[in-house]
C-alpha cells in the first residue's frame, strides 16, 4: 500500500478523503493556501504545506506547486478530490511524468470525456443511446438551424466544453438560434478557452439520474445503482438521493449495463459517474461522464455498503476489484443535502464569515460530512460548500424523517446557510411523492415569491404591534409574561454587571 497520500484538495472531500487515509493506516499531505492556514483539512493532515495566495489560479489549481510538495513530502500518490484538478488530463499526466501515481482514471480517459463532442462520438461507436442531435461542433448557424428543423425544437445549445450550465442555451425557434448561438459560443470561449457548441434535442422536464461506476486496472467493471439529481439550482445540484424514486429493477440494470458499456468504451478505471437524462417515459439518454468522485458519493456508500475513496485507492494501488457484480446488493434509502454559505433572502449569494456558534446534527441514520467547526472563518475565495448533511433509512419515507429532524437540529451562527430550503423541499408534497424534474427547484422558490409578495406583512406587524402594546405590562415589571410588584434584586445586579 502507498506510504503516504497527498490531497490535492480542501474544505470537506479533502477531510474524508484524510478519514479514509487515516483508517488505512496511510499518513496524508495536505496543502493550503492563505486563507485557509486554520481549515480543518490543514489541522486532521499528518502534514500540511502552504502553496500561495487565495486564488485558486495561484494555489490549488497550480500543478508545479502541488508536485513540488509530493516531492518534498514524500507523497508516493495524490487523491485530487472534486472540482480544482480533479479531471485535468494535464495534470494527470503530469502526476505520471514525475513517478507519482494519480488516484484516478488515466489522461487518455479524461480527455476523452473531457470533451462532450468527443464522448458522443466515441458512445456512438460503442451503441450508447443519445439524445438526438450532433456529434460535432456547428459551423455555422445555418448548420444549426437546418438540424434543428430535423430534431424539432425546443433545443439546447451546449458547449463541447461546458459545465455548471456555461455556454449553455435553450432554443424554442427558429428566430432564436443565430443570436443564441453567438452568445454561447462567446461564453465558452470565455468560460472554457474553447467556442466549439453542438446543439441537441431538449428533453422537456427531464430527471437527472446518474449511475456510479468502479473499475480496476485488470479489466473489471460494476455499476453500483443510480442516484437521483434531478434537483438543481442554476444546473448545479442541491440534494440528491439514491435509488431514484422512479428506477425499478429492470431499469436500473439496463441503466448500469449501459454505464458499463460507457467506461469500458472509455477504457476507465478508478471511480467515475455516468449521467443520463430520462424523459418522461423512463427513456434514457447518455449525458456525459464525469472522471471523479462525486460530491454526493455518500448516498451510494450507504445504499450499498462500499467505501469509494478506500475502492479508489485500492485500485490505485493495483488491485482488483474485492467483489463481482453479483456481490453488489442494494439496501435502503438515502438523501444528502448540499449545506452552503449562502442567504437564502438575498437570491442564495455568498456568505462567507466567521462561525461563531455551531451545533451539529447526530443519532440515528444521520451522517455529517464536513470542513467547517465553530470558529472558523469562512472565505469567500472558494466554492461556498460547508458540509454534506446525509440522512439513511430502511425506506425513503424513513430517509426523509430522520433528515428532517437532523436539519431540525442542525444550528449555524455567525453566516447565513441553506438549512431552511431542505427543510422546505423535505415537506413539500411533490418532493415526498417523488415527482421531481430539473425544473422542481425553480417552480417551488417561485411559489415561495407568490406566497412573500402576497403576504400581508405589515397588516400583520401592525395588529401584533396593536396586540402587544394592550397586553404587555411596562418595561422593568415583567417577569416570564406575568408582572411582579418589584424587581428582582440579583437579576438587577446582573444587569448592571453585564453592562460594565
Known amino acids: 500500500m502507498f506510504k503516504k497520500i497527498l490531497i490535492a484538495n480542501r474544505g470537506e472531500i479533502?477531510?474524508?478523503?484524510?478519514?479514509?487515509?487515516?483508517?488505512?493506516?496511510?499518513?496524508?499531505?495536505?496543502?493550503?493556501?492563505?486563507?485557509?492556514?486554520?481549515?480543518?483539512?490543514?489541522?486532521?493532515?499528518?502534514e500540511a504545506y502552504h502553496i500561495?495566495?487565495?486564488?485558486?489560479?495561484?494555489?490549488?489549481?497550480?500543478?508545479?506547486?502541488?508536485?513540488?510538495?509530493?516531492?518534498?513530502?514524500?507523497?508516493?500518490?495524490?487523491h485530487p478530490g472534486y472540482g480544482f484538478l480533479s479531471e485535468?488530463?494535464?495534470?494527470?499526466?503530469?502526476?505520471?511524468?514525475?513517478?507519482?501515481?494519480?488516484?484516478?482514471?488515466?489522461?487518455?480517459?479524461?480527455?476523452?470525456?473531457?470533451?462532450?463532442?468527443?464522448?458522443?462520438?466515441?458512445?456512438?461507436?460503442?451503441?450508447?443511446?443519445?439524445?438526438?442531435?450532433?456529434?460535432?461542433?456547428?459551423?455555422?448557424?445555418?448548420?444549426?438551424?437546418?438540424?434543428?428543423?430535423?430534431?424539432?425544437?425546443?433545443?439546447?445549445l451546449k458547449a463541447a466544453s461546458g459545465g455548471g450550465g456555461k455556454g449553455m442555451r435553450l432554443v424554442h425557434s427558429r428566430a432564436e438560434l443565430r443570436s443564441a448561438l453567438e452568445a454561447a459560443q462567446s461564453e465558452a470561449q470565455r468560460s472554457f478557452g474553447d467556442s466549439e457548441v453542438y446543439i441537441e434535442k431538449a428533453i422537456v422536464n427531464p430527471r437527472h439520474i446518474e449511475m456510479q461506476v468502479l473499475a480496476d486496472e485488470h479489466g473489471n467493471t460494476v455499476w453500483l445503482g443510480e442516484r437521483e439529481c434531478s434537483i438543481q439550482r442554476r444546473h448545479q445540484k442541491v440534494l440528491e438521493e439514491a435509488p431514484s424514486p422512479?428506477?425499478?429493477?429492470?431499469?436500473?440494470?439496463?441503466?448500469g449495463e449501459v454505464a458499463v458499456r460507457v467506461a469500458t468504451a472509455a477504457?476507465?478505471?478508478?471511480?467515475?459517474?455516468?449521467?443520463?437524462?430520462?424523459?418522461?417515459?423512463?427513456?434514457?439518454?447518455?449525458?456525459?461522464?464525469?472522471?471523479?468522485?462525486?460530491?454526493?458519493?455518500?448516498?451510494?456508500?450507504?445504499?450499498?455498503?462500499?467505501?469509494?475513496?478506500?475502492?479508489?485507492?485500492?485500485?490505485?494501488?493495483?488491485?482488483?476489484?474485492?467483489?463481482?457484480?453479483?456481490?453488489?446488493?442494494?439496501r435502503g434509502h438515502a438523501i444528502e443535502c448540499r449545506i452552503y454559505a449562502e442567504d437564502p433572502d438575498n437570491n442564495y449569494f455568498p456568505s462567507p464569515g466567521k462561525i461563531t456558534l455551531l451545533v451539529a446534527p447526530s443519532g440515528p441514520g444521520?451522517?455529517?460530512?464536513?470542513?467547517?467547526?465553530?470558529?472558523?472563518?469562512?472565505?469567500?475565495?472558494?466554492?461556498?460548500?460547508?458540509?454534506?448533511?446525509i440522512g439513511y433509512g430502511t425506506d425513503r419515507q424513513q430517509a426523509i424523517m430522520r433528515l428532517r429532524r437532523a436539519l431540525h437540529e442542525y444550528f449555524v451562527a455567525g453566516i447565513k446557510t441553506n438549512i431552511s430550503l431542505f427543510q422546505r423541499i423535505l415537506r413539500d408534497e411533490d418532493f415526498q411523492a417523488g415527482k421531481l424534474d430539473t425544473g422542481y427547484l425553480d417552480r417551488l422558490l417561485a411559489k415561495k415569491s407568490v406566497a412573500a409578495e402576497s403576504?400581508?406583512?405589515?397588516?400583520?406587524?401592525?395588529?401584533?404591534?396593536?396586540?402587544?402594546?394592550?397586553?404587555?405590562?411596562?418595561?422593568?415589571?415583567?417577569?416570564?409574561?406575568?408582572?411582579?410588584?418589584?424587581?428582582?434584586?440579583?437579576?438587577?445586579?446582573?444587569?448592571?454587571?453585564?453592562?460594565?
Open 267 to 330: 477504457g476507465y478505471t478508478n471511480a467515475g459517474t455516468v449521467e443520463f437524462l430520462v424523459d418522461q417515459q423512463k427513456n434514457f439518454y447518455f449525458l456525459e461522464m464525469n472522471t471523479r468522485l462525486q460530491v454526493e458519493h455518500p448516498v451510494t456508500e450507504l445504499i450499498t455498503g462500499l467505501d469509494l475513496v478506500h475502492l479508489q485507492i485500492r485500485i490505485a494501488h493495483g488491485e482488483k476489484l474485492p467483489f463481482t457484480q453479483n456481490d453488489i446488493q442494494i
Open 88 to 156: 485535468n488530463a494535464k495534470f494527470a499526466q503530469a502526476c505520471a511524468d514525475a513517478g507519482v501515481k494519480f488516484i484516478g482514471p488515466t489522461p487518455a480517459s479524461m480527455e476523452m470525456m473531457g470533451s462532450k463532442t468527443r464522448a458522443r462520438q466515441e458512445m456512438e461507436k460503442a451503441g450508447v443511446p443519445l439524445v438526438p442531435g450532433t456529434s460535432r461542433g456547428l459551423q455555422s448557424p445555418g448548420e444549426g438551424e437546418e438540424v434543428a428543423e430535423r430534431i424539432g425544437y425546443p433545443v439546447m
Open 14 to 46: 479533502a477531510v474524508r478523503v484524510i478519514r479514509a487515509c487515516r483508517e488505512m493506516g496511510i499518513p496524508t499531505v495536505a496543502v493550503f493556501s492563505d486563507v485557509d492556514r486554520a481549515a480543518l483539512h490543514v489541522r486532521k493532515a499528518d
Open 366 to 389: 444521520i451522517r455529517r460530512d464536513s470542513g467547517m467547526y465553530e470558529g472558523w472563518t469562512v472565505p469567500l475565495d472558494y466554492d461556498p460548500l460547508l458540509a454534506k448533511l
Open 455 to 500: 403576504a400581508p406583512e405589515p397588516e400583520i406587524a401592525a395588529i401584533a404591534a396593536g396586540l402587544f402594546e394592550i397586553i404587555a405590562p411596562k418595561a422593568g415589571d415583567r417577569q416570564n409574561g406575568g408582572v411582579v410588584a418589584t424587581a428582582s434584586k440579583w437579576k438587577e445586579t446582573g444587569r448592571v454587571e453585564g453592562r460594565r
Open 52 to 78: 500561495g495566495p487565495a486564488p485558486a489560479v495561484e494555489s490549488y489549481l497550480r500543478i508545479d506547486k502541488i508536485l513540488d510538495v509530493a516531492r518534498r513530502s514524500g507523497a508516493e500518490a495524490i
Open 246 to 255: 422512479i428506477v425499478d429493477v429492470g431499469m436500473r440494470r439496463r441503466m
